[in-house]
């Protein structure tokens, strides 16, 4: 079974330039969900798309990053313009969607992630 | 206290040694917690999730204390390749459903 596909694998900018990133999740998996890691600290959930619909962007910085999921399959992330901090490994993740709830927790998956260092 | 909280570490152990990692949690409500291993420049994968009192998995054993909001990894027999970052996974509820919260990371160095 094919994983979690994410491109470019790396990219170097200018700050004040623009980024897309791009991921196509495990084939059939509803939910997909962006992550930024830092160095040195955990993944932070950025979005969470179930099909075409935001469930989840409390943690986005809307003012320079926004991301679609139109068709319910793919998804691109987007910075513009970026900032210094904004050098981190970026991961998108999917899962089936099919359950919620607190007492139960899909598996999700991550895809290699897109390493962007903003210079 | 912070949502889910891991010591930095690193752990260096000698391989066939064992080694354990905590966790504390802020959200009482959470019910369901994993533990994720990071390869260096890798992507997390899951290595255990823990429902109930505890859970096993050959030389890993993830505990749970709801009383005290913490839960814990060990590992038995370190070897070689175990060396990684374990993060603690607790999934918080939002509006929109679970929301993983990841902790920091704990780093695991198995040495010769």
């Not at chain 1, 791009?22 to 962006?34: D, F, K, R, V």
């Not at chain 1, 950025?46 to 793919?74: C, H, M, Y």
């Not at chain 1, 513009?80 to 089936?96: G, H």
């Amino acid at each position: 079974e094919a994983g979690v596909a994410q491109s470019p694998r790396y990219k170097i900018i200018e700050k004040r330039q623009s980024v897309a990133f791009w991921c196509n999740p495990i084939s059939g998996h509803a939910t997909l969900y962006w992550y930024q890691q830092i160095l040195g600290q955990g993944p932070k959930l950025l979005i969470q798309f179930q099909n075409n619909g935001v469930v989840d962007d409390s943690q986005l910085p809307k003012d320079r990053f926004s991301a679609e999921r139109l068709k319910g399959v793919d998804s691109t992330l987007k910075i513009q313009p970026a900032k210094l901090e904004d050098s981190a490994v970026y991961l998108c993740a999917s899962s089936l969607g099919s359950r919620t709830g607190l007492s139960y927790q899909e598996t999700q998956y991550f895809g290699p992630g897109t390493r962007l260092l903003v210079l | 206290r912070k949502e889910v909280e891991q010591d930095p570490g690193p752990f260096n152990v000698p391989e066939g040694a064992t080694v354990a990692f905590n966790c504390t949690y802020s959200n009482s409500a959470s019910q369901s917690f994993f533990w994720y291993r990071q390869d260096c420049r890798k992507e997390p994968k899951l290595l255990m999730s823990v429902y109930s009192s505890g859970n096993e998995d050959g030389r890993f054993t993830a505990q749970l204390n709801r009383a005290s909001q913490y839960i814990s990894l060990l590992i038995r027999d370190s070897k070689l390749s175990d060396s990684a970052t374990y993060l603690c996974v607790v999934p918080i509820l939002t509006g929109g459903g679970n929301k993983l919260t990841f902790g920091t990371g704990t780093q695991l160095k198995v040495e010769l």
